[in-house]
């Protein structure tokens, strides 16, 4: 399989704990892109990477929210200090270059209890 | 925030009916993209079609695009049950590919 893939697909966790989610693009795409989707909305942008540099973040991105993408290969979301309100779907895509088409993994479900 | 809308919200139709479902953005855009998405799952992605070009076809889908009107539709021909799912237009009116996703709508495709 050679599409967009992310881990984990789903994670439940208590308020106030940390977590995690990872991403591996397909290979070769240069540009990498979050996004968060609640129920009944549209998908919404978070951040992007161009290989491994991090050009563009959303408001929607608090200060506890950080996302790394080491050697411009996989990414990494990471949620510290996690709210009720971060239960969404997190969407990773990939596309190989400016102008293209975005590909998108099957998302990670997160529930904060 | 949503840029585009799509209308209507929700479509019901029978199995080999067409569905045609519009979506209207509010800047200027570089290119508009159709997805697909089955409950709960990842977007699939059906169509790109770039500011400069009027309309396209990939096998049963046809996309618009108006830029004066600032308007894309989508028709599915000849539509399935496995047709059934959320379309989302979105658009890049950054340059910088930050798509902007609208609402989607709901396509039931009764057997």
């Known amino acids: 399989d050679t599409g967009v893939s992310q881990d984990p697909r789903h994670k439940i966790t208590k308020r106030g704990q940390n977590v995690t989610f990872r991403c591996d693009p397909i290979s070769e795409h240069n540009r990498l892109y979050w996004y968060r989707q609640t129920l009944g909305q549209g998908p919404e942008f978070l951040t992007y990477?161009?290989?491994?540099?991090?050009?563009?973040k959303s408001r929607l991105l608090s200060d506890r929210f950080s996302a790394e993408r080491p050697k411009g290969s996989f990414s990494t979301l990471e949620i510290q200090r996690t709210e009720q309100g971060d239960s969404a779907m997190y969407l990773c895509a990939s596309s190989f270059t400016l102008g293209e088409t975005q590909y998108f993994g099957p998302g990670t479900r997160l529930l904060v209890l | 925030s949503q840029q585009g809308e799509e209308d209507p919200q929700a479509l019901s139709i029978q199995e080999g009916e067409n569905a045609t479902m519009n979506c209207s953005y509010k800047t200027s855009i570089n290119n508009l993209q159709w997805y697909r998405q089955n409950s709960g799952r990842g977007l699939v992605h059906l169509i790109l079609?770039?500011?400069?070009?009027r309309e396209k076809h990939s096998g049963r889908l046809r996309v618009t695009l108006d830029t004066s009107k600032k308007s894309s539709s989508l028709l599915i021909t000849a539509s399935r049950a496995a047709d059934t799912a959320s379309y989302f237009c979105?658009?890049?009116?950054?340059?910088?590919?930050?798509?902007?996703f609208g609402t989607g709508t709901r396509l039931l495709v009764s057997p």
């Open positions: 990477f161009q290989n491994e540099a991090q050009l563009e």
């Open positions: 079609i770039r500011s400069n070009e």
């Open positions: 979105a658009t890049d009116d950054t340059g910088f590919q930050k798509l902007v």
